[in-house]
């Protein structure tokens, strides 16, 4: 079995420092800051990820998860709740804890999910 891929595209670097140590059990997280949004999906071209993750604005990151029907987890300014693009549908995620532990949970349960069912 492969390891599982989660990429933080244009987050904080404390944000993907807490992803990759509390999902390493789970999977890979990568963080990833390109300079460009153009940058960011010519290297997301060239891997096979599972999940991606990306603070504020998603649009071209958006158009490259539904085509690749890749998990996306949006976490927004504080007042705003996670959302999952999951199935080209977007969910609000809130189950009260902070954002990093919301999208850990999102990304634990769809990976591992997603393992129970390849």
């Not at 060239?46 to 991606?52: G, I, K, S």
């Not at 604005?57 to 539904?66: K, L, P, Q």
């Amino acid at each position: 079995m492969s390891e599982s891929v989660a990429i933080a595209v244009h987050t904080s670097p404390l944000m993907a420092e807490v992803l990759a140590s509390s999902l390493g059990q789970v999977g890979c997280v990568s963080a990833v800051r390109p300079a460009t949004a153009a940058r960011s999906l010519a290297f997301l071209e060239w891997r096979v990820v599972d999940a991606l993750v990306v603070e504020g604005d998603v649009a071209e990151i958006e158009r490259f998860a539904r085509a690749s029907n890749v998990l996306l987890v949006q976490v927004g300014e504080s007042a705003q709740p996670v959302r999952m693009l999951r199935d080209g549908c977007w969910e609000e995620v809130a189950n009260g804890a902070t954002a990093w532990e919301t999208v850990r949970d999102v990304l634990a349960c769809e990976i591992l999910g997603s393992r129970g069912r390849g």
